[in-house]
T-cell receptor
C-alpha cells in the first residue's frame, strides 16, 4: 500500500512533555499538509509544505508547534510543552495539486 | 460563523432507505471534495468536483455541485450498514490558498 502513513498512531503524554509525529506522504506528491481534528469537528488546517518549503501556517499553530520537511519527503510535527488543549487527532495529507488531498490514518494525541 | 455548513448534523436510517446530505458555503468554491471518515481513522476521499452543475456517481452515491459553486449534495440510494460513518464536505477557496476548509460533518448511522 503506497498511501500516506503516520507514526505513531497513538501517543499518550503528560502535560509539559514534548512530542514529535512523523508523516510519510505518497511518494510522487510534492505537497504535504498537517491538520488537527477535535471530537465533533472537521479537520482544521495547521500548515502546508511544497517540497521542503513551508508556505502557509495557520494562526492555530502557536510557537510551541513546529513542522519540518527537510528533504521534501517525510515531515515531522513537534509540539513542545504540551497542554491538555493539544489533545486531538493530528492528520497529515499529501497531494500533487491542492484539489485532491489524500489523508493518512492520523495520530491520536492524549495529553494527561 | 462557519464558512461551510453541513446538514443534517446527524442522520439515523434503516438499511435500504435513501438519504441526502447537504453542504453550503457563503463563498464560491474553487473545488469541493466529499470525504468519509470512520472512528479513529483519517478521512477517505470520495469525490472532487470543480465545475458548476457537475454531477458525479460512485456506485450508490450521487454527488451534485450547485450551478453557482456555493453548495453541494450527496445522495445515497438504498443505504447499507457499511455506509455508516462521518461524511465531511471540504473545499478550496480562492481567498484561502491551498488549504482545505472542512465542514463539521454529517454523522450517518444505518441500522439493519
Amino acid at each position: 500500500d503506497t498511501g500516506v502513513s503516520q507514526d505513531p498512531r497513538h501517543k499518550i503524554t503528560k502535560r509539559g512533555q514534548n512530542v514529535t509525529f512523523r508523516c510519510d506522504p505518497i511518494s510522487e506528491h510534492n505537497r504535504l499538509y498537517w491538520y488537527r481534528q477535535t471530537l465533533g469537528q472537521g479537520p482544521e488546517f495547521l500548515t502546508y509544505f511544497q517540497n521542503e518549503a513551508q508556505l502557509e501556517k495557520s494562526r492555530l499553530l502557536s510557537d510551541r508547534f513546529s513542522a519540518e520537511r527537510p528533504k521534501g519527503s517525510f515531515s515531522t510535527l513537534e509540539i513542545q510543552r504540551t497542554e491538555q488543549g493539544d489533545s486531538a487527532m493530528y492528520l497529515c495529507a499529501s497531494s500533487r495539486e491542492p484539489n485532491e488531498q489524500f489523508f493518512g490514518p492520523g495520530t491520536r494525541l492524549t495529553v494527561l | 460563523t462557519q464558512l461551510l455548513e453541513q446538514s443534517p448534523q446527524f442522520l439515523s436510517i434503516q438499511e435500504g432507505e435513501n438519504l441526502t446530505v447537504y453542504c453550503n458555503s457563503s463563498s464560491v468554491f474553487s473545488s469541493l471534495q466529499w470525504y468519509r471518515q470512520e472512528p479513529g481513522e483519517g478521512p477517505v476521499l470520495l469525490v472532487t468536483v470543480v465545475t458548476g452543475g457537475e454531477v458525479k456517481k460512485l456506485k450508490r452515491l450521487t454527488f451534485q455541485f450547485g450551478d453557482a459553486r456555493k453548495d453541494s449534495s450527496l445522495h445515497i440510494t438504498a443505504a447499507q450498514t457499511g455506509d455508516t460513518g462521518l461524511y465531511l464536505c471540504a473545499g478550496t477557496f480562492m481567498e484561502y490558498g491551498n488549504k482545505l476548509v472542512f465542514g463539521a460533518g454529517t454523522i450517518l448511522r444505518v441500522k439493519s
